[in-house]
């Protein structure tokens, strides 16, 4: 007698039963195709790097979460994100690598996060960026709300914002109010109105001693409203003379008209003063993206540029745009709030279940229509006609065709669609063809 | 200035340059929908798994490769194979599965082997298993090897040989010739017979005391030649009084009669007596397969029939069959052999090359091809038209399109095909016709 183990999986980690890991294949394939569709390049890095170069830039909450250990004499860290694996990518290939790079990488992360209902350990990304060798356009950054759009309406999505704004904005805004240095500090405070409130806003930003007249104009900035165009007329006519929010109004402007031409419609974007992405990585445009009606989800895609992707690894400039999906969570999320709905039991179109002795027959049917392009199963264990049914009937499988002797004498069968319950009869030989006209 | 960090990699982790990632990424893809087209459902569970689960029944080599550590108080272990984490999630999940549970699972393990050329210490494999509950047909023995032929056939090789092989018929040998304490032992030493030879296996035999009369035997059984049929007809001539081999030979036959069936051709399968996998693990049929070419690549998908996938987590009796294809080691040995060829280097099928100072109307085109379908990638970088070529060239992009103030006028563009060097001319509505009829 064997002592049995307990079977479970550690807390923060997403473990699909079969129905909902069709869904989640078929949104990851949707983001895939969608990311191909723009001509990404796929990458694959190893989850393990050496911690020394993953960890070259990391430092703080980041570094806490690590899962870092050693084997042998080696300091191995698993990744966290699929940024610090890219800027080592580019650095070390940079040779063989041509420019503007374009790479699309979907894989698993890993963050020792406090366990917590709706947070995973182990998470898909799927990272998009775009890696110019000295320089990048700004149109670029135009180009991956057009990404997120097409994936978000791949998905079935159509009531969802993309929220645009420039970080060098705020910078040069702080920069004119000699606040400059308090300036990581009021991105953290502003980044949360949406969470907090006004009034907090204001409370936390007197506690770090921002002038009382600095602090209305922070806020009467990010209170500005209207439509897109008319945020750009009125950050224009605040007239504040300084470099970085003349040169960042002007990016916004250029990627707002880009977006509109790359198709978007007015209704899925608009600009976002409040957004500002974490604190010392993005330095232009800067991006987060949600669901109208469902905000408390937070933002479903994120991303932004940076000036210099691998500063830790090379002295190339190498500047960038990207964007993130975090699929783990926002699969999750969907399924909790049912606007997803993982109802497809089966990867087999058709079941055929042989009520003979000799399988040989039923197995060639199988044969000839997975040749023929339709994925099929066939039950080859020899149980009783109900318990055959019942396995149909519980995999959902969506046409069943059951083959005993009248059958194989006959050269006929009935394929019997399980949902509606009809049947249609068919030649064996042209089962292919008329599953494909009963539309799977 | 900040200090750099030397960008490298892990050794024993693969990373690829882009052509050889879509290469992968294509190879990947062809082995998920073959196990698609034969109604296998998708799985996926986590890289991590608590070590006292994972390690419930390993021990000895395995145990010692393991990637295991501590995280605040949990003892983590990283997956090694694809089948205990099944055996885990059959256990733990029993209730809500439909039996037999067909599923397929491609993903990372981790093996902390030591370094060498073309081992790897994180590697892909794609495996399929079918588990019973309580029993599980020898059909389903033959349908594997059906998926492995397809498979192969898909990669676009002809020349290999799928070897089947009953572990009874082993042990009940073993067991007439009273030498059933030393089964493990021999069988470990017959299995190295391709390796080191015929004379080396006698030594080793000598040297753990097997009787000269059984190494007789012994040797004539695993040297039994001839077609299929014949060995069949030769292992039933020799008459061995024992119920193990009469009933692994009856299994035998009935998966060679099914695996004709499922339309192997008989050139790529053949019974091997001398292939036993493995030690404890595998019950009744065992599987490798050969590149006939290149043997010396060892065997390219293995796997076989087990009594018991999941006796130390649950008291069930869940049979299964497996096999499983180790993707990395199997890339890397194919294209060191120029086996394969990573000839595509982009995605895109299209590049757009805007020479105007206003992107808009090249990037409609893009959107438009993109809605059409066609992967489109737009150059949105201001440089020389001679660098943009270059891109082109570097990435070989099939079809590239220049558009400048000329074919906005026009609106007719030179389509490029980069491969032969042609143009052909089309309007800018019907590129996406023209583009579809050129073949990609």
Partial sequence: MINKTEPRTLPGFMELMPNEQ????????????????????????????????????AGGETEKQIYRFEKGDTDISMRFDLTVPLAKYVAKNYGNLSFPFRRYQIGK?????????????????????????????IVNDAELPSVIYTVFKELGFDDFTICVNNRKILNG????????????????????????GKEAVIQELEKIKVAEKSIQTIISFIE??????????KLKELNIE????????????????????????????????????????YTGTVYETFLNEYREIGSICSGGRYENLAEFYTDKNLPGVGI??????????LNELNLINANKKS?????????????????????????QGINTEIFLNDKKLKAKMKYADKLEIPFVIVIGEDEIKSGIVKIKNMITGNEKESDIKDIAEVVKNLQI
């Avoid at 963050?111 to 000295?134: N, P, S």
């Avoid at 993130?324 to 999320?333: A, E, Q, V």
Wanted: aromatic share 10%; net charge negative; hydrophobic share 40%.
């Fill in 324 to 333: 993130s999906i975090g699929l783990t969570r926002l699969f999750y999320k």
């Fill in 347 to 371: 990867i087999a179109d058709v079941l055929i279940i042989p009520m003979l002795e000799d399988f040989s027959e039923p197995i060639k049917i199988a044969n000839n229509l997975r040749k």
């Fill in 224 to 233: 500005i409203e209207g439509t897109t165009d008319e945020k750009l007329q």
């Fill in 22 to 57: 069709i869904l989640f294949e078929q949104i990851k394939e949707k983001i895939e195709k969608t990311y191909q569709k723009f001509g990404f390049l796929p990458l694959d890095t190893p989850i393990l790097e050496l911690s020394e170069v993953l960890l070259a830039k």
């Fill in 242 to 281: 300084n470099e970085n929010f003349k040169l960042g109004l002007e990016e916004l402007t250029q990627v707002i008209k880009y977006v509109r031409t790359f198709g978007i419609p007015e209704k899925n974007f608009k600009v976002d003063l409040t957004i500002a992405r974490g604190l010392d990585y």
């Fill in 173 to 196: 805004l702080f920069e004119s109010l000699k606040e400059k240095e308090n300036s990581v500090e009021i991105l953290r405070i502003i980044d949360k109105i949406e969470k907090i």
């Fill in 109 to 137: 992360v890993y963050r020792g996060e406090r366990a917590q209902k709706g947070r995973f350990r182990e998470f898909y990304q799927c990272d998009i960026d775009i890696i110019g060798d000295g320089e990048l356009s």
